[in-house]
Nanobody
Framework: QVQLVESGGGLGQPGGSLRLSCAAS????????MGWHRQAPGKSRELVAV???????NYADSVKGRFTISRDNAKNTVYLQMNSLKPEDTAVYYC???????????????WGQGTQVTVSS
C-alpha cells in the first residue's frame, strides 16, 4: 500500500502564501500523476492542479497564475505553492497520486488524509 502524508496547511492571510507538501511512502514501483484537490464546505471536491511524472502541469482556472505545483521524483513528494491567497481558497486540500506497485501492475489512485487551508484576515 501507499501512504501519503500531507503538511503545510493552516491559516493564511489574503494576498499571502502557503506551501503544501505531500510525501508518498510504501512499496512503490512507479508514481505517475501527482495532484492536489480541494473541497470547501458544502461543495464537491475539485481538481486544483496535477503534474505528470515528466513535469507537465494542469491547473484549475481559479488558481492559474497564483498556484504552482511541482514534484521531486527522488523523494516521491509533490508540492503546491499557493500565492496571492483568496478567502475562496479556503478548503480541505487533498493530495492524490496514481501509482503502480510492481512492474506490469495496473495503476491505483491513492489519497491523503487532507489538510485544512483557511484564508482569512
Amino acid at each position: 500500500q501507499v501512504q501519503l502524508v500531507e503538511s503545510g496547511g493552516g491559516l493564511g492571510q489574503p494576498g499571502g502564501s502557503l506551501r503544501l507538501s505531500c510525501a508518498a511512502s510504501g512499496i512503490i514501483f512507479r508514481i505517475n500523476d501527482m495532484g492536489w484537490h480541494r473541497q470547501a464546505p458544502g461543495k464537491s471536491r475539485e481538481l486544483v492542479a496535477v503534474i505528470s511524472r515528466g513535469g507537465s502541469t494542469n491547473y484549475a482556472d481559479s488558481v492559474k497564475g497564483r498556484f504552482t505545483i511541482s514534484r521531486d521524483n527522488a523523494k516521491n513528494t509533490v508540492y503546491l505553492q499557493m500565492n496571492s491567497l483568496k478567502p475562496e481558497d479556503t478548503a480541505v486540500y487533498y493530495c492524490n497520486v496514481e501509482a503502480t506497485l510492481c512492474n506490469g501492475c495496473s495503476s491505483t489512485n491513492y489519497w491523503g488524509q487532507g489538510t485544512q487551508v483557511t484564508v482569512s484576515s
